[in-house]
């Protein structure tokens, strides 16, 4: 099967193309520093030099302004990229542990992050390059081979990409496969050494069990109900009113940290209505839909399944927006306040559009309180200049990250490992975290064939001088807990006693 852009990978080629990488893995090609660095480079060129390419196709795709396509699907892979080939040998390094065990006192103790083997990336559609180059830079520079699963959704971008792939990486290690439900479902019956999925929760747990077959571990970047927080000290809305917009309507909403919805201060609801209404309009003009600044809903689908949200609502009131046009896939950017934190149809699940419902509150337990009520969402973001009224809520809450003040930014801080907690995703990747990720931490210990006569108290024939020995090296007593507790004053009562004896020696 294939889309008018994009052909879809055979069942039968799916089968080999793992096969195939597999055997390659254990050749050890993609292992090689210098393999990995070659490719690393070769895929920042592959972005850097068809950028304007990309930046077409993802505005076939969605209409996505070019700001937003640079920023959030372009700029990352190069960061990425460059940030390996720069880091890859210290990351590489082993590790040295000095040995707790009194056995193994004087013998090597090493921790080396070894390639996991196969991995299969599943990209996401809304952000078509990032989402799935970010995580295959993180499987390259650990020495993996990669099935990469382009998303079928945003056709025009996976076309590109499969044309461009075999142009510049070893399509010896790396495979692209495009697909839909079928060539995925066959795609999961084949043994990945670790899974790389971002997407949605139901086709997660799909995921979930087709890895549990074969052991095979993964990672899942979901989403979830991401609150934004207006505490009660807030006095700046239109700041925090931009902020929260620039949350929500980044490529219309169409982001796993997208501000979901708002918890406002009963106090404050008229204002931050005011300043949002005022931002809209200074960004998007009197006719959002006429803004080239503004991104699309990416299929009619999504466009019927959020305006069906908006339409079947059991509580709130529009005060912005709510225009559809469905020809254009456009949703105007909606505000809708006085929403009922139990509405089925706004509350239940994450809207991953431009529609942004708010709640109020008497008070911050109470907010808390509405936070805790679901699961933890893959991003919390407090607007509050209190550092112990933010700390209270960051206290009593969970979530995959946070940002406090502003929204998205965190997640663009690739120094910083990004995921989820529950519901919202398990794992995380990123810059150091990715190589974390996609290697194995090999534990090794080196001996030398010296010390039997000693090491002999392990073997058989056991007795009573045998156990005393081996429980006297490997049993610490808890008062040597307390001698280190206390080394530095017992350092310096041993050094004034050896003062103390110069001091009558010399005086002798």
């Known amino acids: 099967m294939s889309t008018p852009n994009l052909h879809y990978t055979s069942l039968e080629s799916i089968q080999d193309y793992v096969s195939h990488v597999r055997q390659v893995f254990y050749t050890g090609k993609p292992r090689d520093l210098k393999w ?3 490719q690393l480079q070769q895929l920042y060129n592959l ?3 068809n950028e304007n390419r990309l930046y077409e196709a993802m505005a076939k795709d969605m209409s996505k302004p070019l700001n937003e396509a640079m920023s959030g ?3 990352p892979v190069l960061d990425e990229c460059l940030y390996f080939i720069d880091n890859l040998d210290e990351l590489s390094k082993d590790q040295k542990v000095a040995p707790r065990s009194g056995l193994n006192k004087m013998e090597k103790a090493i921790i080396r992050r070894d390639p996991v083997g196969v991995v299969l990336v599943i990209g996401c559609w809304n952000y078509p390059v990032q989402l799935s180059l970010l995580p295959f830079v993180g499987a390259i520079a650990a020495g993996n081979s990669v099935i990469l699963k382009l998303s079928e959704v945003a056709p025009h971008t996976a076309a590109t990409i499969t044309e461009l792939f075999p142009k510049y990486m070893d399509t010896s290690c790396y495979k692209v496969v495009n697909g839909g439900v079928e060539e995925t479902t066959a795609l999961l019956k084949e043994k990945f050494d670790h899974i790389f999925y971002t997407g949605n929760n139901t086709v997660a747990k799909i995921i979930m069990t087709a890895a549990a077959q074969h052991l095979t571990p993964v990672t899942l970047e979901l989403g979830g109900k991401s609150p ?4 009660p000290d807030a006095t700046n809305i239109p700041l925090i009113a931009n902020r929260i917009a620039f949350g929500k309507l980044y490529n219309s909403g169409q982001i796993c940290i997208a501000v979901d919805y708002v918890l406002c201060p009963k106090s404050k609801l008229n204002e931050f209505v005011t300043s949002f209404r005022q931002t809209i309009k200074k960004w998007y003009g009197s006719n959002p839909q006429k803004s080239k600044d503004l ?11 959020i305006s069906t949200m908006l339409n079947q609502r059991k509580s709130g009131d529009i005060v912005v927006g709510g225009e559809v046009d469905r020809n254009e896939r456009y949703i105007a950017p909606t505000l809708v306040i006085n929403v009922k934190n139990d509405d089925p149809s706004l509350m239940g699940d994450e809207i991953f559009g431009p529609v942004l419902p708010v709640i109020t509150y008497q008070d911050i337990d109470e907010a808390i309180g509405l936070i805790n009520k679901r699961d933890p969402p893959l991003a919390l973001y407090v607007f509050s200049q209190n550092q112990k009224l933010t700390e209270k809520v960051l206290r009593n809450t969970q979530s995959g990250g946070v940002c406090v003040n502003d929204c998205l930014m965190h997640q663009a801080e690739y120094g910083m490992p990004f995921g989820g907690v529950g519901a919202s995703g398990m794992g995380n990747y990123h810059g150091q975290k990715s190589f974390m990720t996609f290697t194995h931490e090999r534990s090794m210990l ?3 064939q010296k010390m039997e006569s000693a090491l002999s108290v392990r073997y058989p024939p056991y007795n009573e001088r045998k156990y005393n020995l081996l429980r006297f090296v490997m049993v610490k007593h808890p008062f040597m807990l307390k001698l280190k507790a206390y080394r530095k004053p017992i350092k310096a ?5 050896v003062f103390f004896l110069v001091y009558l020696q010399r005086k002798k």
Do not use: P
């Open 446 to 448: 080196i001996k030398k």
């Open 36 to 38: 990995r660095k070659s």
């Open 73 to 75: 699907d372009i700029a």
């Open 295 to 305: 991104a699309r809903i990416v299929s009619d689908r999504h466009v019927e399944r």
């Open 47 to 49: 972005v850097s030099e």
């Open 493 to 497: 009562l041993i050094l004034l006693f």
């Open 228 to 231: 934004a927080v207006i505490a």
